[in-house]
């Protein structure tokens, strides 16, 4: 993590990371001014909290309350030399917790983070830049150039061959990766998580059998999501680049829509039409791009190559954000190498897809199968040993399909957690469902997966394979338990080089009678595909075209950007779009209009709910007002302080509307009971003389919202390198 610290008055300090600002001073005695806590007082508090905090992921998973467990911790300095010293955490425990929990939280504070950073003893290294912000220089393990030559299956180059390359495409976007955490629990299975030190909404997890293949894993996903824009899904780009000659990439080519917003010639083609288009519903605004909002300009469109005949088809840019994800891409050291990758994944996940929607009951590996494999092995046994019996299954449904499946069971709550994997060496698929099992995933993290069921609309409804996609924590079926497969057990294999392996996948999906397109994207130095196979690797349902389509922003981005600049005519015809829209109430404005507001503020917890009511406020009608301060209270997660601003407005509003209250009767104790800072903020939001409390101004150049900059930020460094290969390329 980077933590810039800027030098303010005197002897304070400001510490900047992620969304938060920590301010250091000193005492007085040692000419502070006392203001804040030391930096050494911050860490030391750091290992209590720290330790407190995995007391509380304990009781939480084993439904112990916390209210009567007390934590304390003192540092006993060794009198002839202060930097040896003595951290003393102690647990006060009430006497009904019992003995195996008592034991089982002691053992949590072991766990402390904190305390194994300091016992192991960190590196410190100084050095001097020319310029941090431009400094790029990746904060990776190891030196990636080192001689050591690994080779895995599925690999072009040797492990460290493919970090050095990929760590110096990053270095020359100038993006500073950093490693944020590495796991390790279960031998042969590692994950980690990296980000952009300077973004850290970008971000990607790697996984593997050593702790090589899982940073090449992460890397080279961070590269396919640059590549394929997908850190900046739905997220608006700004004006500046809205306006630019190209948005999203050079080659890409806008559509004006027909007479009566008809879909404009020259977008799709007949075989994808027909899948995204049945009812003949689709209009051309459905398609304008969320990022630029230029429904002027027209459809967005991208290059995509048909592979039945070489002939290139344009996908709108909304048609992709909107309905395959993440799904189809990935970066490899040779084009084939990630189109194998590219092609694993989509079946992986449209197979997933078919067995749990359908139940279908699939067949163990042999144990004398899976005894070729032994680390593959000793971490399911490490799993096993630890409480959670594990099922390998063949997903292959009877040798089509180059896909295994690796299931937990969780006795402790009856949750279950089925991960597959696919490549076309069935090794390799095995290593993968155990790898994505345990990505980024602690014991305790087990505790949170669901239970199975019956219910076939449960198992079959939409958002349950978007949960499945996005961490594997959907639901399955109790069928899928029968020791009655639907198929016979096949020890399939795909295998060959890349090259072979590509056209053995291309094949599967022609003998299904699938149609795929693919774009290449190598600007930055490592071929990217990205491949499309219409009504097989969407992730959400066409019709979200229609019904859920992200460019809904486009109605409220602007006017809820400049919120505080709206007379009351825009603001009642803003609050009448959103009421018309039947866009659900309890959604966050973030999602909304694709801003990445500061989390820790009120933009940042803002739902639509919420901007309604304060807008009726702005507009004085204040019983539908007081309706939607009932239903927040009721039913909205935010902050405390929130929370109590709304209650206090609760109150006054019902003072204020009452025909026999008077609220100068009330103010005295109302504002003992809430504070004169919230009182006065309700009262003048009740009277009109206070707007939109708690909302910073803003505008549609962004003003004010670093979060989003920055991601902004990081998005021109790729749209620059995007448009200087361009230039590069073009006939001189």
Same mark, same amino acid.
């Given at each position: 993590?980077?933590?810039?610290?800027?030098?303010?008055?005197?002897?304070?300090? @400001?510490?900047?990371?992620?969304?938060?600002?920590?301010?250091?001073?000193?005492?007085?005695?040692?000419?502070?001014?006392? &203001?804040?806590?030391?930096?050494?007082?911050?860490?030391?508090?750091?290992?209590?909290?720290?330790?407190?905090?995995?007391?509380?992921? +304990?009781?939480?998973?084993? =439904?112990?309350?916390?209210?009567?467990?007390?934590?304390?911790?003192? =540092?006993?300095?060794?009198?002839?030399?202060?930097?040896?010293?003595?951290?003393?955490?102690?647990?006060?425990?009430?006497?009904?917790?019992?003995?195996?929990?008592?034991?089982?939280?002691?053992?949590?504070?072991?766990?402390?983070?904190?305390?194994?950073?300091?016992?192991?003893?960190?590196?410190?290294?100084?050095?001097?830049?020319?310029?941090?912000?431009?400094?790029?220089?990746?904060?990776?393990?190891?030196?990636?150039?080192?001689?050591?030559?690994? +080779?895995?299956?599925?690999?072009?180059?040797?492990?460290?061959?493919?970090?050095?390359?990929?760590?110096?495409?990053?270095?020359?976007?100038?993006?500073?990766?950093?490693?944020?955490?590495?796991?390790? $629990?279960?031998?042969?299975?590692?994950?980690?998580?990296?980000?952009?030190?300077?973004?850290?909404?970008?971000?990607?997890?790697?996984?593997?059998?050593?702790?090589?293949?899982?940073?090449?894993?992460?890397?080279?996903?961070?590269?396919?999501?640059?590549?394929?824009?997908?850190?900046? =899904?739905?997220?608006?780009? #700004?004006?500046?680049?809205?306006?630019?000659?190209?948005?999203?990439?050079?080659?890409?080519?806008?559509?004006?829509?027909?007479?009566?917003?008809?879909?404009?010639?020259?977008?799709?083609?007949? +075989?994808?039409?027909?899948?995204? %288009?049945?009812?003949?519903?689709?209009?051309?605004?459905?398609?304008?791009?969320?990022?630029?909002?230029?429904?002027?300009?027209?459809?967005?469109?991208?290059?995509?190559?048909?592979?039945?005949?070489?002939?290139?088809?344009?996908?709108?840019?909304?048609?992709?954000? =909107?309905?395959?994800?993440?799904?189809?891409?990935?970066?490899?050291?040779?084009?084939?190498?990630?189109?194998?990758?590219?092609?694993? @994944?989509?079946?992986?996940?449209?197979?997933?897809?078919?067995?749990?929607?359908?139940?279908?009951?699939?067949?163990?590996?042999?144990?004398?199968?899976?005894?070729?494999?032994?680390?593959?092995?000793? #971490?399911?046994?490490?799993?096993?040993?630890?409480?959670?019996?594990?099922?390998?299954?063949?997903?292959?449904?009877?040798?089509?399909?180059?896909?295994?499946?690796?299931?937990?069971?969780?006795?402790?709550?009856?949750?279950?957690?089925?991960?597959?994997?696919?490549?076309?060496?069935?090794?390799?698929?095995?290593?993968?469902?155990?790898?994505?099992?345990?990505?980024?995933? &602690?014991? @305790?993290?087990?505790?949170?997966?669901?239970?199975?069921?019956?219910?076939?609309?449960?198992?079959?409804?939409?958002?349950?394979?978007?949960?499945?996609?996005?961490?594997?924590?959907?639901?399955? &079926?109790?069928?899928? *338990?029968?020791?009655?497969?639907?198929?016979?057990?096949?020890?399939?294999?795909?295998?060959?080089?890349?090259?072979?392996?590509?056209?053995?996948?291309?094949?599967?999906?022609?003998?299904?009678?699938?149609?795929?397109?693919?774009?290449?994207?190598?600007?930055?130095?490592?071929?990217?595909?990205?491949?499309?196979?219409? %009504?097989?690797? @969407?992730?959400?349902?066409?019709?979200?075209?229609?019904?859920?389509?992200?460019?809904?922003?486009?109605?409220?981005?602007?006017?809820?950007?400049?919120?505080?600049?709206?007379?009351?005519?825009?603001?009642?015809?803003?609050?009448?779009?959103?009421?018309? &829209?039947?866009?659900?109430?309890?959604?966050? $404005?973030?999602?909304? $209009?694709? $801003?990445?507001?500061?989390?820790?503020?009120?933009?940042?917890?803002?739902?639509?709910?919420?901007?309604?009511?304060?807008?009726?406020?702005?507009?004085?009608?204040?019983?539908?007002?007081?309706?939607?301060?009932?239903?927040?209270?009721?039913?909205?997660?935010?902050?405390?302080?929130?929370?109590?601003?709304?209650?206090?407005?609760?109150?006054?509003?019902?003072?204020?509307?009452?025909?026999?209250?008077?609220?100068?009767?009330?103010?005295?104790?109302?504002?003992?009971? *809430?504070?004169?800072?919230?009182?006065?903020?309700?009262?003048?939001?009740?009277?009109?003389?206070?707007? *939109?409390?708690?909302?910073?101004?803003?505008?549609?150049?962004?003003?004010?919202?670093?979060?989003?900059?920055?991601?902004?930020?990081?998005?021109?460094?790729?749209?620059?390198?995007?448009?200087?290969?361009?230039?590069?390329?073009?006939?001189?």
């Amino acid at each position: 993590m980077e933590i810039k610290v800027n030098f303010l008055e005197n002897l304070r300090l @400001e510490a900047k990371f992620d969304d938060f600002t920590v301010i250091t001073d000193q005492p007085i005695r040692y000419k502070g001014d006392g &203001s804040a806590p030391s930096p050494f007082d911050y860490f030391l508090a750091s290992s209590a909290l720290c330790a407190a905090y995995f007391v509380r992921v +304990y009781c939480i998973s084993r =439904n112990i309350p916390t209210e009567n467990i007390r934590l304390s911790q003192n =540092n006993i300095v060794d009198p002839e030399n202060r930097y040896s010293q003595i951290f003393k955490i102690q647990v006060e425990l009430p006497e009904d917790i019992s003995e195996k929990d008592r034991k089982g939280i002691l053992r949590a504070v072991e766990r402390c983070t904190v305390k194994k950073v300091v016992q192991t003893g960190p590196a410190f290294q100084i050095e001097e830049v020319t310029n941090i912000d431009e400094d790029a220089q990746a904060l990776l393990m190891g030196d990636p150039t080192a001689q050591q030559q690994t +080779y895995i299956e599925g690999k072009d180059l040797p492990l460290e061959q493919t970090i050095a390359n990929m760590t110096a495409i990053l270095q020359q976007l100038g993006m500073k990766i950093e490693i944020a955490s590495w796991r390790n $629990i279960v031998p042969h299975v590692w994950s980690l998580h990296i980000r952009d030190a300077a973004s850290p909404m970008c971000f990607t997890n790697g996984k593997g059998a050593t702790k090589e293949a899982a940073l090449c894993s992460a890397l080279g996903e961070f590269i396919e999501r640059l590549n394929c824009n997908f850190f900046y =899904n739905d997220q608006y780009f #700004g004006e500046e680049i809205a306006h630019s000659d190209f948005v999203h990439y050079p080659d890409e080519k806008w559509f004006k829509p027909g007479p009566d917003d008809q879909l404009p010639e020259g977008i799709l083609d007949a +075989y994808s039409r027909a899948i995204y %288009d049945p009812e003949g519903e689709l209009r051309g605004s459905h398609l304008i791009d969320t990022n630029s909002g230029r429904s002027d300009r027209g459809i967005c469109a991208l290059p995509y190559v048909r592979q039945s005949d070489g002939e290139t088809v344009y996908f709108p840019s909304n048609l992709i954000e =909107n309905l395959f994800l993440s799904n189809g891409m990935s970066a490899g050291n040779t084009l084939h190498e990630a189109q194998v990758q590219c092609l694993s @994944e989509i079946f992986e996940r449209a197979v997933k897809r078919q067995i749990i929607e359908q139940q279908i009951t699939l067949p163990d590996v042999p144990q004398e199968v899976l005894a070729k494999y032994p680390d593959i092995v000793e #971490g399911i046994e490490a799993l096993e040993a630890q409480g959670f019996p594990i099922l390998v299954k063949d997903a292959s449904l009877g040798g089509q399909f180059p896909v295994a499946c690796v299931t937990l069971m969780n006795p402790k709550t009856s949750g279950v957690f089925a991960s597959f994997g696919a490549h076309p060496s069935f090794e390799v698929a095995l290593e993968r469902s155990l790898t994505e099992l345990m990505q980024g995933r &602690s014991f @305790e993290g087990l505790n949170d997966v669901p239970p199975p069921t019956f219910s076939e609309l449960a198992v079959s409804e939409p958002n349950n394979f978007v949960e499945h996609f996005i961490d594997s924590t959907g639901v399955v &079926s109790w069928r899928f *338990f029968s020791s009655k497969a639907d198929y016979d057990f096949v020890e399939w294999d795909f295998s060959g080089t890349n090259e072979d392996e590509a056209a053995t996948l291309f094949g599967i999906l022609e003998s299904i009678g699938k149609e795929a397109y693919m774009a290449v994207y190598d600007d930055l130095g490592a071929p990217t595909c990205r491949i499309l196979v219409p %009504d097989y690797s @969407e992730v959400y349902p066409v019709e979200d075209l229609i019904w859920d389509n992200t460019n809904v922003a486009l109605q409220f981005r602007e006017d809820i950007l400049n919120l505080h600049r709206l007379s009351d005519d825009q603001l009642r015809a803003l609050v009448e779009r959103i009421e018309d &829209s039947e866009i659900d109430h309890y959604g966050d $404005i973030i999602t909304l $209009i694709g $801003i990445e507001f500061d989390e820790n503020t009120v933009w940042g917890q803002l739902t639509l709910l919420e901007l309604k009511l304060i807008i009726y406020l702005a507009l004085g009608e204040l019983e539908p007002a007081y309706e939607l301060v009932e239903e927040f209270l009721q039913y909205n997660d935010n902050t405390v302080e929130r929370s109590l601003f709304y209650r206090a407005m609760s109150a006054v509003l019902e003072i204020t509307l009452s025909d026999e209250l008077v609220l100068q009767d009330y103010q005295y104790n109302l504002t003992r009971m *809430f504070g004169e800072e919230t009182m006065q903020a309700v009262i003048g939001s009740v009277d009109g003389s206070v707007r *939109f409390y708690g909302l910073t101004p803003t505008n549609t150049k962004l003003e004010g919202l670093d979060r989003h900059l920055r991601l902004i930020d990081s998005y021109k460094k790729l749209h620059a390198a995007r448009a200087a290969n361009h230039q590069q390329r073009k006939p001189q």
